[in-house]
């Protein structure tokens, strides 16, 4: 029988880093003969979560064993090394013998998708019969039950992090970007984010003070070796480690009537554009679509570069789907674009007076629903012999997204077949 542990809430805002504390842990147990079963899992919640760290990330492993106490002691041993406690990390370690029960690949889809409090963590444990090992509150306790209950088929990613030498921490992180590129170039078919190429960004590498000095994100795992493969990297790396995870998969929106809104959800909602988008200081777009039932404000904010271009270009009547995090502004629920799919033009048009059926001259109006009068040979004629002009639409029907440097972990990046 195998032996899950999950471990989640390891770093602080000044550094530590949860995948650490997993190459560290897996090497472990490695040294006394347990082996992981598969990857290890890197696992995304929901983003929108307002006690989240930084990229809000639960780890867990199967493991090829029964030994339950030389896990936990291993595992205690190791997060007591590395996670960040002195710095308000509340870190949570569960253990769990045999395969993840429905109730915890439930509990999952709630941590993914929107707040679990912690008291269900702690209820869901007991439940299932998980041992438990927290530090203060145990916040972490949520993700590492997530991790381990975290169900995968609707899609998986792959996730290479190099892990740099200790004495390297919070130093620059000596890759060479041209390297980056070249790889991108190479794998691009396999691999994702590497660099966005709107903003100059690299993307693999964070500029935070964590032990992480790369990460590569991609659909098949040994690309992911060649691809670290070809990068140039100027400083020792201490531990490659690939995990699997639910990145760039989707997998936190829910599709929702604007009625059914909350704070805090990652929402697709199909509407009709009723207030057209306008540009407001600072560079962000905001317009509102209506479904019928209710109006909710989309927005568009300044990192997303030239998705907001797009968005420019919507009109009144247009038909569309768009997905975002939604929150609670002043102004209410507000949905932060990250795609939208134009499923639907509306007709841009626009009325003028006819040109005289007589002389050809451009007539002139006689006043709201009065007709039309030549002012060069004096013929009048109805209302009804206006103008209609249609003015060309330039946004084309399709799926549009953010710029890569401003997507979240779990959006899946238009061009991704899973
Ligand atoms: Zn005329």
């Known amino acids: 029988m ?7 809430d390891t770093d602080s805002r000044k550094g530590g880093c949860t995948t650490y504390v997993a190459a560290v842990l897996l090497r472990r147990l490695g ?3 347990v082996e992981v079963m598969g990857y290890p899992r890197l696992i995304r919640l929901n983003p929108n979560c307002p006690y989240k760290t930084r990229g809000n990330a639960a780890v867990a492993l199967k493991l090829d064993t029964s030994d339950l ?3 936990k002691r291993l595992t205690i041993k190791v997060v007591e090394e590395y996670s960040e406690l002195d710095e308000g990390a509340e870190t949570g370690i ?20 929107e707040i679990v409090p912690i008291e269900e963590a702690f209820v869901i444990a007991e439940d299932i019969g998980a041992e438990v090992v927290y530090y203060g509150d145990g916040k972490g306790l949520v993700g590492a039950l997530a991790a381990i209950g975290a169900d995968l088929s609707p899609g998986k990613t792959y996730e290479l992090i190099a892990h740099r030498a200790r ?5 620059v992180r000596r890759v060479d970007p041209a390297s980056i590129y070249e790889m991108d170039e190479a794998t691009r078919e396999y691999t994702f984010d590497n660099v966005d190429y709107e903003t100059g960004d690299i993307k693999i590498t964070p500029h935070t003070p964590c032990p992480v000095l790369l990460g590569v994100r991609g659909i098949d795992p040994g ?3 060649k691809a670290f493969e070809m990068l140039r990297i100027g400083e020792p790396v201490e531990y490659v480690t690939i995990f699997e995870t639910n990145q760039a998969t989707d997998v936190h929106y829910q599709r929702c009537r604007i009625r059914d809104l909350r704070d805090c959800l990652n929402a697709i909602v199909e509407g009709t554009v009723s207030e057209a988008p306008r540009r407001e200081i600072g560079g962000h777009v905001f317009f509102r679509i209506n479904d019928g039932e209710g109006e909710l404000t989309c927005a568009a904010y300044e990192p997303t570069k030239s998705f907001r271009d797009i968005i420019m270009q919507l009109t009144p009547g247009d038909e569309v789907t768009v997905y975002g995090a939604v929150k609670l502004k002043p102004q209410g629920l507000t949905l932060n674009l990250e795609k939208i799919q134009v499923r639907k033009l509306a007709r841009k048009v626009f009325s003028r007076p006819p040109l005289c059926p007589d002389c050809g001259k451009r007539m002139k109006s006689l006043g709201s629903g009065k007709g039309y009068k030549c ?3 004096g013929k009048r004629v109805g209302k009804e012999a206006v103008d209609v002009v249609e003015v060309p639409r330039e946004l084309q029907i399709g799926f ?3 710029t890569p440097a401003a997507r979240r972990h779990l959006v899946k990046p238009l061009d991704l077949s899973l």
């Open 31 to 33: 040294n006394v003969g």
């Open 94 to 113: 569960i253990l769990l013998r045999g395969e993840p029960p429905q109730k915890l690949r439930e509990f999952y889809w709630k941590a993914v998708r």
């Open 2 to 8: 195998a032996i899950w542990v999950g471990v989640d």
């Open 69 to 71: 106490d030389l896990v």
């Open 223 to 225: 690309v992911l070796k």
């Open 167 to 171: 004495e390297y921490w919070g130093m």
């Open 400 to 402: 549009y997204e953010v």
């Open 375 to 377: 002012r060069k040979c």
